[in-house]
C-alpha cells in the first residue's frame, strides 16, 4: 500500500492543451465575409456559439433568405397550425427589427408563393437602408407592381430579379450607380426601359434580359449605356425542360462604344442595328424558328444585311443552323455581295448535312476575308427524323470543288470539325476545306462513332490536300451536353 501511494505521489500532472479559437478572433467584417453565402437562419443560430458570436449577426451586412431551406430546417411546432409561408415572412421582419444600426450590403431571397405587397415592404426597408445589392430568385408573386423608389434606385449596384410570371417593374429614377442588371420574367415598359438602359446608367456594364416581356407601346428597345460591356439576350421563357417561343418582338438598337460581348437567342426581330460598337469582340448569334401554330404571332423573318449593321467590328462569331442558313443564295440571292466580317479572326457554326447550309457557310467564308480559325459542329439529329434527313440529302446532293476564297488562300491555319458522322456529305465538306486551304497547318475532327470513325479515316486521309504542311488529327469525341433549346429541335427542317 505505502508503495502504491508514493507511485501515485510521484505521477506529474500533464499541462492542458489549450485549443484556440482562430476563427471567433476574427474581425467582425472577416466574420461577415465568411457568413456572407449562409443562410441566415444560420447566421443567427451562431450565436449560441459563445459569447463572441452573440452579436455578430445583428451587424451582419449580407442577408440570404431561402423559403426551402427555412422549412427544412427550422423547427417550430407552429408548423402543425400556422402557415410557413407566414413564418418565413416573421422571421424576415424580426431579424430586419432586432437588427444594429449598421448598413446592409446585400439582401438575396429566395421564395415563392408570396405576394408584391410582401415584396414591396421589403423594398422600402432596402431603400431605407441604402443597400446596394438585391436579388430575388425563383418568385411566383401575383401581377402587381414592383415599386422602386427614388433612394434605392440611386444606391443599387446589382439588380437581379428572377419571375415566373411577367411581373411589371414601376422605377422611380434612372439607375445611375446600377453596375449589373439581370431580368427575368419581367414586363418592361417605356418608361421602365428608359431607366434602365439609356444613357443615364452612366457606371452599367453587364445586362442580361432573358424571358422579358415588352409592353406594347414599346416599339423600339433603345440599349444606350455608355460603359455597358456585356449584353445577353434570351428571347424565349426558359422554365422547367421546356422552352416557348418569342418574348419581345420589338426593333432592337444597341448604341454602346464599350460593348466587348454580345449574344441573342431567339427568333429574328422586327429590326436589329448595331451602332458605335467599335469594342465588339465577341458575338453569339442563336436564331430559334417560330414553331407551327405561333405565326400569328410571331413571323420567321429573313436576314438581311441590315440586321448585322455593327457586326464588322468583331473578332469572334458565334452562329447557329438558321443563320448559316439564310446566308445560302437559295435564300439570300445576292443580298450579301457586299457584306463584309473585315476583323473577324474566329468563326465558330453550327451546319446542317445539307447543301443550303454548306452554301450558306461558303457565302460566310467569302465574307470573311481574314479569318484565321473556323470551327464546325454538325448537329445532332433525333432518332424520329433521320429518315427525313437522309430524303433531304437524296434531293439536293452537294459535291466539293475549287473556290478562290481569300481566308481559305491566306489566312485559315486551324479548322476544328466536331460531332462528325462520316456521311458523304461530311466527307465532300472535308474535302472542300482541304482542296482550297492552301495555308491550313492542322485539321481536328472528331468522330461521333468509333465503328464509322475506322471507316471514314482512311478515306479523309486520301483526300487532295492543297497545303503540304497539314496535319489531320482525329481526337477523341467528346459527349456535348445539349443546351436548353436543343432539347427538342430549336430549328427543324422544314420550308418557310
Known amino acids: 500500500m505505502q508503495m502504491a501511494s508514493s507511485c501515485k505521489r510521484s505521477r506529474t500532472l500533464r499541462a492542458k492543451k489549450c485549443v484556440v479559437d482562430r476563427l471567433s478572433a476574427l474581425p467582425d467584417d472577416v466574420l461577415h465575409r465568411v457568413l456572407s453565402s449562409v443562410d441566415f437562419l444560420d447566421v443567427v443560430r451562431t450565436s449560441v456559439l459563445s459569447k463572441r458570436w452573440r452579436h455578430v449577426w445583428t ?41 444594429d444600426d449598421s448598413q446592409i450590403i446585400r439582401i438575396c431571397l429566395c421564395c415563392d408563393n408570396t405576394s408584391t405587397d410582401q415584396l414591396n415592404g421589403l423594398l422600402r426597408v ?11 430568385h425563383d418568385g411566383d408573386y401575383t401581377a402587381n407592381e414592383l415599386e422602386f423608389p427614388r433612394v434605392l434606385c440611386e444606391t443599387l449596384t446589382v439588380l437581379n430579379l428572377s419571375f415566373r410570371d411577367s411581373i411589371p417593374l414601376r422605377v422611380m429614377a434612372a439607375f445611375i450607380n446600377l453596375r449589373s442588371l439581370y431580368l427575368r420574367g419581367v414586363l418592361i415598359l417605356r418608361d421602365v426601359a428608359e431607366k434602365l438602359l439609356s444613357s443615364d446608367c452612366i457606371k452599367l456594364e453587364n445586362v442580361h434580359l432573358e424571358d422579358c416581356q415588352v409592353g406594347y407601346n414599346v416599339e423600339l428597345i433603345n440599349i444606350s449605356a455608355c460603359n455597358l460591356k456585356i449584353l445577353t439576350l434570351v428571347n424565349v421563357c426558359t422554365w422547367d425542360k421546356f422552352w416557348a417561343v418569342c418574348s419581345f418582338d420589338s426593333k432592337l ?65 458565334t452562329l447557329s443552323t438558321l443563320v448559316v442558313k439564310y446566308f445560302s443564295p437559295a435564300y439570300s440571292e445576292s443580298l450579301w455581295d457586299t457584306f463584309m466580317l473585315d476583323n473577324l479572326n474566329c468563326l465558330e457554326l453550327e451546319l446542317r448535312y445539307n447543301a ?16 484565321e480559325s473556323l470551327g ?69 475532327i472528331r468522330h461521333r462513332s468509333r465503328v464509322r470513325k475506322q471507316q471514314s479515316l482512311n478515306k479523309i486521309v486520301a483526300l487532295p490536300k492543297a497545303s503540304s504542311e497539314v496535319v489531320i488529327c482525329f481526337p477523341e469525341y467528346a459527349q456535348r451536353k445539349l443546351p436548353w433549346f436543343d432539347r427538342g429541335d430549336s430549328d427543324p427542317e422544314y420550308d418557310d
Open 59 to 99: 451587424s451582419m451586412p449580407y442577408l440570404n433568405f431561402n423559403m426551402e431551406w427555412f422549412v427544412d430546417h427550422y423547427d417550430d411546432k407552429r408548423y402543425a397550425i400556422v402557415d410557413p409561408v407566414y413564418i418565413f415572412w416573421d422571421f424576415i421582419k424580426w431579424a430586419l427589427l432586432l437588427r
Open 126 to 136: 432596402a431603400a431605407k437602408q441604402k443597400i446596394q445589392e438585391f436579388c430575388f
Open 253 to 317: 438598337r444597341i448604341c454602346a462604344p464599350k460593348l466587348s460581348s454580345f449574344c441573342y437567342i431567339g427568333p429574328m426581330l422586327h429590326g436589329f442595328e448595331l451602332v458605335n460598337t467599335v469594342s465588339l469582340k465577341h458575338v453569339l448569334i442563336r436564331l430559334l424558328r417560330v414553331p407551327r401554330g405561333y405565326e400569328n404571332e410571331f413571323k420567321n423573318r429573313l436576314l438581311c444585311p441590315a440586321s448585322f449593321i455593327g457586326f464588322n467590328y468583331a473578332n469572334a462569331l
Open 356 to 371: 443550303n447550309y454548306i452554301e450558306g457557310l461558303i457565302n460566310l467564308l467569302k465574307c470573311s476575308p481574314n479569318l
Open 376 to 444: 464546325i459542329r454538325f448537329k445532332e439529329i433525333p432518332w424520329s427524323r433521320r429518315k427525313t434527313r437522309k430524303a433531304i440529302e437524296s434531293r439536293s446532293p452537294w459535291k466539293s470543288k475549287i473556290e478562290d476564297i481569300a481566308c481559305l488562300s491566306y489566312h485559315v491555319k486551324m479548322i476544328r470539325i466536331s460531332n462528325f458522322d462520316g456521311s458523304e456529305f461530311g466527307l465532300e465538306l472535308v474535302k472542300f476545306l482541304l482542296q482550297n486551304g492552301k495555308v491550313l497547318e492542322k485539321m481536328e
